[in-house]
């Protein structure tokens, strides 16, 4: 069976690593491009887009791909929904991979909001030096706001639209509590904005803002499409393949 990974992210990779593995099993893995030097999984590899919801489903059928298990970053929005119209066109089944959502604990300060337009407001009216950690491609959200410092970290040096006022931190997680800690006393950070990406690599930050008091602006995550089956991690989404496949 070939199976399509829409990836990007560490489950994606885990996932990928397994089928390469399973006997019968032909694993496409496709990542969107816009990190520069990827971590690439094993099996075929893909870069790019599809052409929206119509060329993802032609490129199924022409491919022969028996299953899709998006395992995109959980705010991947536009790729999770093409991929539900796509499978449903196209006749091939299709499951989401997602990783838990992160859940507030005793002492934190969250702040949840539905964007990174609300995100910008909520930040500035928090405070002055804020640590934005949303990744590269939503900058133009904050953009208008030069009363306020952003330190930004990112894989990738952003472009396009950017906050006046603002360093640039160039790293990749998994990121450690003593590094988090020192980062936000060193920078005198006094708001965290953050997606509720989940996950361990990059949940340190939100340990090391509850211990300084510092308050979170979480974005909440899209939904997932209607009538996509979840799964929360690769070991779950390997046996649905297998069930599914006989």
């Known amino acids: ?37 990827p971590r690439m999984p094993p099996g075929e590899v893909r870069v790019g887009g599809f052409g929206g919801a119509g060329g993802l489903a032609r490129w199924l059928s022409e491919h022969e791909v028996g299953a899709v298990i998006d395992a995109t970053h959980p705010f991947a929005g536009t790729i999770s929904f093409n991929a ?20 507030p604990a005793d002492g934190d ?39 306020v410092w952003f330190l930004v970290r990112s894989v990738d040096a952003p472009d396009g639209p950017c906050p006046p006022r603002m360093d640039v931190l160039l790293d990749r997680g998994p990121f450690t509590l003593d590094g988090e800690r020192e980062l936000l006393r060193r920078h005198r950070v006094d708001v965290l904005v953050t ?31 209607d009538g996509v089956p979840v799964v929360a991690g690769p070991e779950e989404a390997a046996a649905w393949l297998a069930a599914y496949s006989g």
Do not use: Y
């Open 84 to 103: 539900a119209r796509a499978a449903a066109d196209a006749h091939v089944p299709l499951l989401a991979l997602r990783r838990p959502g992160w859940a």
């Open 195 to 225: 997606k509720d990406s989940g996950g361990a690599a990059t949940a340190p930050k939100l340990t090391a803002a509850r211990e300084a008091g510092v308050p979170v602006v979480v974005v909440r995550r899209p939904p997932v499409p």
């Open 1 to 37: 069976m070939h199976v399509l990974v829409l990836g990007g992210t560490t489950e994606a990779r885990r996932l990928a690593e397994t089928l390469h593995a399973t006997r019968g099993v032909r694993v496409t893995s496709s990542l969107a491009g816009r990190v520069a030097t």
């Open 109 to 147: 300060d969250w702040h949840p909001v539905g964007s990174l337009e609300e995100a910008a407001e909520a930040a500035r009216a928090l405070g002055s030096r804020v640590f934005l950690t949303t990744g590269r491609m939503g900058l133009a959200s904050f953009a208008h706001i030069g009363d």
